[in-house]
């Protein structure tokens, strides 16, 4: 989890420097490349973020990995 969240951090501040160099660009093919890659970049983010949050919901909840649902009720 750790690793996904510092994964996270480091997207975001790639895609916060895609912005910023494609706003300082004078070259217009470099302006619209730039501001491309920061706009993947935050789908990534969008991405990990809903990865993140979903593992985050059931913490040790191996009936996932097993493949096993079901309720709770015994």
Known sequence: MKDM????????????ECELISKL????????????????????????EEAVATSSLSPGDDRSASGRGGSLDA
Do not use: D, G, I
Request: glycine share 0%; net charge positive; proline share 0%.
């Open 25 to 48: 660009a004078t070259n217009a093919t470099k302006k619209a490349l730039f501001a491309k890659l920061a706009e993947h970049h935050r789908a990534l983010v969008k991405e990990l």
């Open 5 to 16: 969240r510092a994964h996270l951090e480091r997207l975001r501040n790639e895609a916060e």
